[in-house]
């Protein structure tokens, strides 16, 4: 049986390979009601804003979850800082289609 993170690897994989194009039926459909195209483009989201992470000097992109869910990005995770709290939540804000986020970081020295 195929869980959802399975599923959610496997959908992110094939849009990359097929530019952002799905063509599996079980992808069709994720998350309740979101389609392929919505689902396309949190996953897209999603990549952007950990891409970012990464190339940022005061986020720790391995501390902090990102999840996107009909434009909304959540963080989840620690920040050694207030300061790498609000970066995490600006960058996900000033990424492209975003539409809202939800930051549950918690600060932890």
Do not use: W
Not at 24 to 44: E, F, L, P
Request: proline share 1%.
């Amino acid at each position: 049986m195929m869980t959802h993170t399975h599923r959610y690897l496997r959908c992110l994989a094939l849009a990359a390979l097929t530019g952002a194009t799905l063509l599996g039926a079980g992808c069709s459909v994720m998350r309740g009601q979101q389609t392929a195209g919505s689902y396309v483009d949190d996953a897209a989201i999603t990549t952007a804003v950990k891409a970012k992470f990464v190339e940022d000097k005061v986020v720790s992109a391995g501390s902090i979850s990102v999840e996107t869910l009909s434009g909304t990005v959540q963080l989840a995770g620690f920040a050694t800082s207030a300061e790498e709290k609000a970066k995490a939540e600006q960058i996900a804000r000033n990424s492209r289609n975003v539409k809202a986020v939800r930051n549950d970081i918690v600060v932890r020295p």
